[in-house]
Structures are given as C-alpha cells and as structure tokens.
C-alpha cells in the first residue's frame, strides 16, 4: 500500500540533500544509523517504508520543502527519471499531466511519439490521447511532418507537460 499524506514522524526524521536529490536519516534510531541513505527503489522509483506504508521520496521531498500536498495530485519528475528526486526536477501535475510526460513506447513502428506507419495504406498516421480520447491528426508522406504535427497539438493541448520525443 502506498500512502500519500507523509505523517511528521516521518518528515521530523529525515534529511534531504537538495544537490543529490536524496533523503538520509537524520538520528539513529530502529537499527538505522545517523546520515544513512533512506530508501529502497522499487520498480525505479525510491520508497521509503513507514510504520507498516510505503512513501514515494519524491512526495516526501515535495512535503519537506513545499508543505501538504492533496491527495488526488502527483508528482511528476521533469526529466522522467524516477530516481531524479532533485527539487527542480519536481512538479505538482493531476493524473493527465503527469501521464503525458512520459517516454514514446520501444515497439512502435516509428522514432516519433504519436505516429505510426499504416502499412496498407504505406503512410504516417498521427493521433493524440486527449482526457482519454483519441484524435486522429491526419496521414503524412513524411515522417517528420507527421511528427511536427503531433508536437503542435502536444503543446497546445498539455502545455508545459508535453513530451513529444
């Protein structure tokens, strides 16, 4: 289970290095050792485990410096590495900002997000994911027009959150 509000037990005993980006025990105490790393990563993304609950560092970091942060917001990280919890790497984002930096899926048909190659028809489609409907941008003989049009409506439609590579 991961919780998302960070309890002050928690804030009060941690140290955070704003040049790494990472979280170290402030005292020793429950076997731990004074200035110890915190933290565990799990599927890329550093946790730290808490009377029984499992805490994203990024939420904790953002809590340390910024204050509370409500429960149906998220932390993006910038550079979509989860393990660059740096200050100026985070950001607040809902669920739809936050899912649309992210990376162009390894097995698609072309080297641009949101495009790719309709074999039958020998042409580049564009679509985009807008509040989970799909728009269709048009076909393209070239696959760099094909990608220019989806960076167009990328930054039109999620602003600074578009990821367009």
Known sequence: MIAKSIPDTLLDA???????????WKRSGSGRRKNLLAGCTYEGRKRIRHMGK???VSRIIWTMINGPIPE??????????????RLDNLRLATVNQNGTN???????TSKYKGVCWNKRDKIWRVAIRING???????????YKAHLAYADAAKQAFGEFARVL
């Open 14 to 24: 941690l140290r955070y290095d704003q040049e790494t980006g990472q979280l170290f």
């Open 54 to 56: 499992n805490y994203p």
């Open 72 to 85: 149906e917001i998220q932390i993006d990280h910038r550079d979509i590495t989860p393990s660059n919890n």
């Open 102 to 108: 992210k990376k162009k899926e390894p097995h698609k």
């Open 133 to 143: 409907k799909i728009k269709h941008l048009g076909n393209f003989h070239d696959e």
